[in-house]
Nanobody, 123 residues
Framework: QVQLAESGGGLVQAGESLRLSCAAS????????MAWFRQAPGKEREFVSG????????YYADSVKGRFTISRDNAKNRVYLQMNILKPEDTAVYYC????????????????WGKGTLVTVSS
C-alpha cells in the first residue's frame, strides 16, 4: 500500500522554524514529483511547494518564497520542508503529496496524499 507519513509539525512562535518530513513507502519514490500543500481552518487546500523527481527544480507559493525550502532524499524516500520565519498565517495542516504525472502544482493533480501534520504558529 502506498503511504505518505508526515512528521515534524508542532506549536511554535512567530519567527521560529520547523522542519517537516514526509516518509514515503509503497511506491517508486524517485519517479514521483513531490509537493507540500496546506489547509487552514475554513479555507481550501493550497499549494505550498513542489520539487521535481530528481530534485533539480523546486517551486514555491509566493507567500512562502524566501522563507521555506523544499528538498528530497531519494535514497531515503523522504521529502522535507524547512520552514523559517514562520508567521501566524502559516498555521495549517500540512500535507505531503506525490505526483507521477506531468501535472501542474494543484491538489487535483496529485496522486497520493499523506494524512497531514499540524503546524500552529502563535504570535
Amino acid at each position: 500500500q502506498v503511504q505518505l507519513a508526515e512528521s515534524g509539525g508542532g506549536l511554535v512562535q512567530a519567527g521560529e522554524s520547523l522542519r517537516l518530513s514526509c516518509a514515503a513507502s509503497g511506491l517508486f519514490f524517485s519517479t514521483y514529483a513531490m509537493a507540500w500543500f496546506r489547509q487552514a481552518p475554513g479555507k481550501e487546500r493550497e499549494f505550498v511547494s513542489g520539487i521535481t523527481r530528481s530534485g533539480d527544480s523546486s517551486y514555491y507559493a509566493d507567500s512562502v518564497k524566501g522563507r521555506f525550502t523544499i528538498s528530497r532524499d531519494n535514497a531515503k524516500n523522504r521529502v522535507y520542508l524547512q520552514m523559517n520565519i514562520l508567521k501566524p498565517e502559516d498555521t495549517a495542516v500540512y500535507y505531503c503529496a506525490a505526483d507521477q504525472y506531468a501535472s501542474s502544482w494543484s491538489s487535483r493533480g496529485m496522486d497520493y496524499w499523506g494524512k497531514g501534520t499540524l503546524v500552529t504558529v502563535s504570535s
